[in-house]
């Protein structure tokens, strides 16, 4: 599903105003680190955390509803020589055929679904694309959606 919440110059303004917000950049690359196997960016837009894991030799594929976000993607890859496996596709309908061994959501990704359905739907879809064994980190900023912390991970999520 391709959404255009980040289209023309809204991409492009995104990408200049956080192209440089990298203070969560170590906290990613160190759970990326400890993974033995492949892992996915989920809400990986421009590429502010993929593009800096593909240039030390992790092993990252990503995933964005945004054509625009991933075409600038594209581009700063070419820039800097790296190829990237990206695929359009929203949380809540993801379907990649193949499985993860670290699935991470940094920044305000997770924020971009609109409600609790569409939360639970992507949580299954995270978990229906992990290893066995396989970890799911989401950095969550709460702002009045209480649903949020309510206890939606449960069942056998985690339980890998």
């Not at 440089?20 to 837009?45: A, H, I, M, N, R």
């Not at 989401?138 to 912390?149: D, E, K, P």
């Amino acid at each position: 599903m391709m959404d255009e919440s980040y289209s023309g110059l809204d991409a492009e303004f995104y990408d200049e105003l956080l192209e440089v917000e990298l203070s969560d950049y170590p906290f990613w690359k160190e759970l990326v680190q400890q993974t033995s196997g492949v892992s996915l960016e989920v809400g990986c837009g421009t590429g502010r955390i993929l593009i800096p894991l593909l240039q030390e030799g992790f092993v990252v594929d990503g995933m964005d509803r945004s054509q625009k976000m991933l075409g600038l993607l594209d581009k700063k890859a070419d820039a800097h020589g790296l190829s990237v496996n990206a695929s359009i596709q929203s949380m809540e309908s993801m379907n990649l055929g193949k499985t993860y061994a670290l699935i991470f959501i940094p920044g305000f990704s997770m924020q971009m679904v609109e409600d609790r359905s569409a939360f639970e739907y992507a949580l299954a879809r995270f978990n229906r694309h992990l290893e066995p064994r396989g970890n799911l980190a989401i950095s969550i900023f709460s702002l009045g959606r209480n649903w949020l912390t309510m206890g939606l991970v449960n069942g056998d999520c985690g339980k890998r």
